[in-house]
């Protein structure tokens, strides 16, 4: 049994204040349904609380009308409520199919042209931030895409509580917050504890691929993955960018720069 769990782990405070991202002229516009959703997302009601450093911390930020229209309309169809039991992925997505977890989409461009390239898996989208909430709802509807799902929650919390060990094909974690200052490096979200709670939620075979921009935190998702007895690298070290992953305009830009971007991908042994 692995032990190496955040859920194990004495509880500790929470390391950051919520705060809502949309301005207050905006939220007054949306239904007090909407905006409960949107208070609630910094930490799980009923859930056991904080057991582990927050890989993000919440700031007043600009949302557009549009994405909050999008929240308001669409969370209710496309979004999956957090709680403390485990999901069903076919009563969720209304067929069985292979589960891939994302977390941390951003914007959602690239979880958008995955799940429009891959039909036949599902894909599990979890992100805290209220714009990229909206952004990514607004390109389910504009592209019609069946096999998306979103839960806006902390996402330590969502794979401790609501994914059943063993069942993810894959999972996703593109590009998240290096927080590059060193001091700042236990925010990161690819510590030991959450890789193998990851682990122990991915089926035999399956697999888990993170990118990064950073290469320090490169070093740092190599070793970690590389120490987790649960996976085995697919590569030689880093692994070259597979299709399926397109490269975003961010992305691209900084290739051009000369800017180096890291990709690992690991399988789940059995």
Not at 21 to 46: F, G, I, K, R, Y
Request: charged share 20%; with cysteine.
């Amino acid at each position: 049994m692995n032990t190496n769990n955040p859920a194990d782990k004495p509880a500790t405070p929470p390391v950051n204040t919520p705060d809502t991202t949309a301005d207050s002229a905006a939220q007054a516009s949306v239904s007090p349904e909407t905006q409960a959703a949107l208070a609630s997302t910094a930490h799980a009601p009923n859930s056991p609380g904080a057991t582990h450093i927050r890989s993000f911390v919440h700031r007043r930020g600009h949302i557009t009308q549009g994405q909050l229209a999008a929240l308001e309309r669409l969370m209710g169809q496309w979004s999956i409520p957090y709680a403390a039991r485990r999901l069903d992925p076919a009563a969720a997505f209304g067929r069985q199919a292979p589960t891939v977890l994302e977390i941390g989409f951003g914007m959602g461009e690239t979880t958008e042209k995955i799940a429009l390239a891959r039909p036949d898996d599902n894909f599990l989208g979890v992100e805290v931030f209220n714009a990229g909430v909206g952004s990514l709802l607004r390109r389910i509807e504009d592209s019609n895409i069946p096999n998306l799902r979103i839960i806006q929650h902390d996402a330590v919390e969502v794979v401790r509580d609501m994914i059943a060990p063993d069942s993810l094909a894959g999972v996703h974690v593109y590009f998240p917050d290096p927080w590059p200052k060193k001091r700042h490096h236990k925010r990161r979200l690819l510590q030991p504890a959450f890789v193998s709670l990851l682990a122990s939620r991915i089926a035999p075979g399956g697999y888990i691929h993170c990118a990064t921009d950073w290469e320090d935190y490169a070093v740092q998702m190599l070793e970690v993955l590389s120490g987790e007895p649960l996976l085995a690298n697919t590569a030689d070290g880093y692994a070259p960018r597979p299709d399926y992953r397109p490269l975003t305009k961010f992305e691209t830009r900084g290739l051009r720069l000369g800017h180096g971007v890291w990709d690992l991908i690991f399988k789940r042994v059995a």
